[in-house]
């Protein structure tokens, strides 16, 4: 897996998409700092996005909703959807799979890789987060948009939860992204593959009328540790959304083991 992990560090997409990662909170942290937080209309509920200077930990908190739901998963796709389908449309996979290596160890080293590089990608968007908003706005306490506050300790045990929640739920994307990436020879596709399953599924899930059926979609529990921000948190709500993640990610892996163990090799 590190002989693969190094040679994804090497690309120049690689590295772009890592300082993106750091840019984003960079610029939000400016954009606080200079321009303050949006103001709260009378007689209403304070939102992350209104509280989001009042703390490094509030700060952090707000990046996270803001990238977590579609351009995380798009981070996970990018990565996975490069493993197979990269090597076919470079020409490189017949040279892989002709070296005295079974198919599933070498797909399981890309997986492997594409773990690394996602939660690597979270954790510095999360550090840098941290420290611009340590930076802009001072460690303190986080407010709550329902009130009250969560101490700042506290609150980064619950940080660090709520960012092992998301890597989690990212994690049937990755999968679906490595499926595609097993069929097709174009990235671009099992990348785009795997975003749209994302975008589509959180567009149903916006549908009212679909009741509890909703729960069957991979995006339906994606902001559920949001309530571990609240008093008391709700560390239970958590559960269905590890549990689905657990099952849609290997049944997708099991499909694409199955597929590219058998898959004839012609590129």
Request: neutral net charge; hydrophobic residues 55%; glycine residues 8%.
């Amino acid at each position: 897996m590190w002989d693969e992990l190094g040679r994804q560090m090497t690309r120049r997409r690689t590295r772009w998409v890592l300082v993106v990662m750091a840019a984003i909170p960079l610029f939000l942290a400016a954009v606080y700092a200079i321009r303050g937080a949006p103001e709260l209309a009378p007689n209403s509920t304070p939102q992350l996005v209104h509280l989001a200077d009042t703390s490094a930990l509030a700060f952090t908190v707000f990046v996270l909703y803001l990238c977590a739901p579609l351009l995380l998963v798009a981070v996970a796709a990018l990565f996975a959807g490069d493993a197979v389908a990269g090597e076919a449309s470079w020409g490189t996979l017949r040279y892989l799979l002709a070296a005295p290596v079974p198919r599933r160890w070498l797909l399981a080293r890309k997986l492997g890789a594409t773990l690394v590089l996602t939660t690597g990608a979270l954790v510095i968007m999360v550090g840098v987060a941290l420290l611009s908003g340590w930076a802009a706005f001072g460690w303190a306490p986080i407010e709550t948009p329902v009130g009250g506050t969560v101490a700042a300790g506290d609150g980064t045990q619950r940080l660090l939860l709520a960012c092992a929640y998301i890597l989690v739920t990212l994690l049937p994307f990755i999968a679906i992204a490595l499926l595609l990436s097993t069929r097709v020879d174009s990235p671009l596709a099992a990348v785009g593959g795997s975003v749209g399953a994302a975008v589509l599924s959180q567009i149903i899930d916006v549908v009212p009328t679909l009741g509890s059926a909703r729960a069957v979609l991979p995006t339906h529990f994606a902001l559920e540790w949001i309530d571990l921000f609240v008093d008391p948190p709700d560390r239970l709500g958590l559960a269905p959304g590890v549990l689905q993640g657990v099952i849609v990610s290997l049944a997708a892996l099991g499909a694409a083991w199955g597929y590219f163990a058998r898959r004839d090799i012609t590129s």
